[in-house]
């Protein structure tokens, strides 16, 4: 017979995990953003600093300074679409509060939150993962539709991107 204070512990213990996510999510997405435009500052420092000297070389002989904010994405993040991300997983790993029963209010959740993500990105691989993560046990505490948001807003042109089809 489990007691009363074992199903206590674990709630908190789940409640306090899952909290730590969004969090965690929401910390990473300011912090980002935060340092992004401090970046672009140094960097216009460093090119005032260091690239724009009366050299002798001719301007012929100069790479081009490329930006990197130029090169990884071009559109500012969506954090509407990151709140309803985050919406989503926090709803999924909340049905892991109830060890057993939990499991079967995916069956209820999974298809509405594959129907979801699926609608946010315009995706039908997005269904399939979604679904898939949130149907089989245990998998719940990946933050699928929050790793997709940050793939679609920093790294729409790689292969995870493609793969997804994002």
Known sequence: V??????????RQLISVILGQVLA???????????????????EWIVTKF???????????????????DVTYKRAPDFGKLLICLAIDFVGSASELIPILGEFSDILSAPIAATILQNLFGSKMLFFFE???????FTDIIPFATLCW????????????????L
């Open 2 to 11: 489990v007691s009363n204070t074992f199903w206590g512990s674990l709630q």
């Open 25 to 43: 999510a929401i910390v990473f997405a300011v912090v980002a953003s935060f340092f992004a435009s401090q970046l672009s500052n140094l960097r």
């Open 51 to 69: 690239l724009t000297s009366n050299d002798t070389v001719s301007p012929g002989a100069r790479k081009e300074f490329i930006r990197a904010d």
């Open 131 to 137: 679904f898939a993560e949130e149907i089989l046990p």
């Open 150 to 165: 940050v793939v679609d807003t920093y790294f729409p042109d790689s292969d995870v991107a493609g793969v997804l089809q």
